[in-house]
């Protein structure tokens, strides 16, 4: 839904790309832009990491226009999701970049997370605020998964970043 970023209470899906691309984004004259243009516009200057949220049914028409950008890019990007479904179709796509885990819980959710393994997961983006967990310092030490952070706005969450994961996102 576009209520956070643009202040419009629409799903995404219910619209086309046209008219996506004619929506200001909050707070600026900017509008959204489509992910092959956001691609061009960084042209390989920093790495990018794309979360692909779920809108079923539109999960795998999603992992393949992600898909077909990448393949198209020049410059490192990543792809991850909440969804585990949404990461086996990226895989079904054969999508060219790392594929990432997003997720967060506390260690009881570990038996949940762990299926997203049956595909090749290259990282693990998980809240700050959930660390440490034995899920998180398993995954990095048996698997040797790297763990990235989001939600880090404090030095105490970049302090536990630093102690129980690699990198902040």
Known sequence: ????????????????????????????????????RV??????????????????P????????????????????????????????LVEQHCPCPLGLVALGDASMAPEHDKAFEHPISFISYDVRELPNTFIELERLERLMPVINWTVRKEADARLTNEHADQIN
Request: glycine share 6%.
């Open 1 to 36: 839904d576009l209520r956070r970023m643009c202040g419009l209470n629409a799903p995404v899906a219910s619209l086309t790309c046209a008219e996506l691309s004619r929506i200001p984004i909050l707070d600026g004259d900017d509008t959204i832009l489509t992910l092959p």
């Open 58 to 89: 539109h999960d795998a028409e999603l992992a393949e226009a992600v898909s077909e950008a990448v393949r198209g890019y020049a410059g490192k990007a990543a792809a991850m999701s909440f969804s585990q479904e949404i990461i086996g179709f």
């Open 39 to 56: 691609l061009s516009v960084i042209d390989g200057r920093v790495p990018v990491v794309i979360e692909l949220k779920s809108t079923p």
